[in-house]
Nanobody
């Protein structure tokens, strides 16, 4: 199995940027498709972005398209989420997830077997 540790969260003003990073350890990172999800208080965990095993295919939730970018670095066994033009509605705990059952990026919580502990992102108005 794989262990995931997120970092990079924090407090930022609306319009600002943050870069989240997820470090993977354990099994071979290149075997896993990776995803970012978020969960705001009182809401269900929702899809943000995902990247396939090869890194060549990505998917984004509609509200983050053009603002967020997911990328993976096989040499460092990390996946990142660059978040620009942040909005107050982006405030949530952000989770990194991994799965090795499929090659293409997955957009649903149940498609992922491994999860990090989460990192808080707070965007002030």
């Amino acid at each position: 199995q794989v262990q995931l540790v997120e970092s990079g969260g924090g407090l930022v003003q609306a319009g600002g940027s943050l870069r989240l990073s997820c470090a993977a350890s354990g099994r071979t990172f290149t075997l896993y498709r990776m995803g970012w999800f978020r969960q705001a208080p009182g809401k269900e965990r929702e899809f943000v972005a995902a990247i396939g095993v090869s890194g060549g295919i990505t998917h984004y939730e509609d509200s983050v398209k053009g603002r967020f970018t997911i990328a993976r670095d096989a040499a460092k066994s990390t996946v990142s989420l660059q978040m620009n033009s942040l909005r107050p509605e982006d405030t949530a705990v952000y989770y990194c997830a991994a799965d090795q059952r499929r090659y293409l990026p997955g957009m649903r919580v149940y498609e992922y077997d491994y999860w990090g502990q989460g990192t808080q992102v707070t965007v002030s108005a």
